[in-house]
């Protein structure tokens, strides 16, 4: 059974950073899709990075461009992101996502339903 688990979560004041971690059981060449969604509050899910790890394709949304930056480490199963410069609306639940190379679904790096894992989340607040 694919678990992935996050980590990193807190609070942070604006202009601080947090590094976010997600530890994937088992061997995350797995997966070839793997991202970062998050919710604030009253709001809907949004794509906020992913990766191809077969090619390393890079993708951000707008927002965090410049500040936040994706990674994995495939000798230790994780899926990183670094967060910078934060700021308020950085603020919500932070989930990992990834797509089974197998058995994972369709749709662009964004959208939800390109991805069949999910972690539990963890929570990110940043105050003013």
């Known amino acids: 059974q694919v678990q992935l688990q996050e980590s990193g979560g807190g609070s942070v004041q604006a202009g601080g950073s947090l590094r976010l971690s997600c530890a994937a059981s088992?061997?995350?060449?797995?997966?070839?899709?793997m991202g970062w969604f998050r919710q604030a509050p009253g709001k809907e899910r949004e794509a906020v990075a992913s990766?191809?790890?077969?090619?390393?394709?890079?993708n951000y949304v707008g927002s965090v461009k410049g500040r936040f930056t994706i990674s994995q480490d495939k000798a230790k199963n994780t899926l990183n992101l670094q967060m910078n410069r934060m700021k308020p609306e950085d603020t919500g639940m932070y989930y990992c996502?990834?797509?089974?190379?197998?058995?994972?679904?369709?749709?662009?790096?964004?959208?939800?339903?390109?991805?069949?894992?999910w972690g539990q989340g963890t929570q990110v607040t940043v105050s003013s």
């Open positions: 996502a990834a797509r089974g190379v197998n058995d994972g679904g369709t749709g662009a790096w964004y959208t939800e339903t390109l991805y069949n894992y």
């Open positions: 088992g061997d995350i060449n797995r997966f070839d899709w």
């Open positions: 990766i191809y790890t077969e090619g390393g394709g890079i």
